[in-house]
């Protein structure tokens, strides 16, 4: 099995293309040109190519991969997400889950990341506004009282970050086990 996995991992390898936008007239060459060097760029700088080569052997092994694609004011990059990590509808039966209707993954991070990220949020839901109290699972409520699924050994927290599809717009919600952190 683990040489099948290697060849199939070989082949996506080996199949990549080059993005290319196209334009539906001629008088659109240009500003499909300067959008092809666009996506081209982005592609390079977030290590797309890298990261799915990495990430295949996942798929292959797991059946799932995927992978989060975001910028900031300086650069894009590529963060992979663990099958483990990965939440999806159900219902969806696309292998690309364009069909979905929800998705999305946790992290762990420290407390003091999450207030750094949604100060606003961790001022409203932090039980004194410290790091320190905000990794008790005391004044947890409902779905947030099994400690282990929320708090790690090292005190790191659990992040939900889920997409989902409201009135035919893709909307997004955060949470972790005090509550909302964005939406």
């Known amino acids: 099995i683990e040489d099948n996995i290697k060849a199939h991992v070989g082949l996506i390898a080996s199949q990549a293309t080059e993005s290319r936008a196209h334009s539906r007239t001629q008088a659109g060459s240009a500003a499909a040109d300067t959008a092809t060097k666009l996506i081209r760029y982005a592609i390079d ?77 961790f001022d409203r839901i932090s039980p004194d506004g410290s790091s320190s109290e905000f990794t008790s699972i005391d004044n947890a409520t409902g779905f947030a009282k099994d400690t282990e699924t929320w708090i790690n050994d090292q005190k790191m927290i659990r992040v939900v970050e889920m997409y989902y599809l409201d009135g035919g717009q893709w909307m997004n919600a955060v949470w972790c086990h005090r509550g909302i952190l964005d939406h």
Request: with cysteine; charged share 30%; net charge negative.
């Open 45 to 121: 700088q977030a290590q797309i190519e890298r990261l799915i080569r990495e990430e295949s052997e996942q798929y292959f092994v797991e059946g799932i991969a995927a992978l989060l694609i975001e910028c900031d004011n300086e650069r894009i990059y590529g963060t992979p997400i663990a099958y483990r990590d990965f939440a999806y509808d159900p219902n969806s039966r696309r292998s690309n889950f364009s069909d979905a209707r929800w998705m999305g993954f946790s992290r762990w991070l420290p407390a003091d990341d999450i207030a750094e990220a949604y100060p606003e949020a």
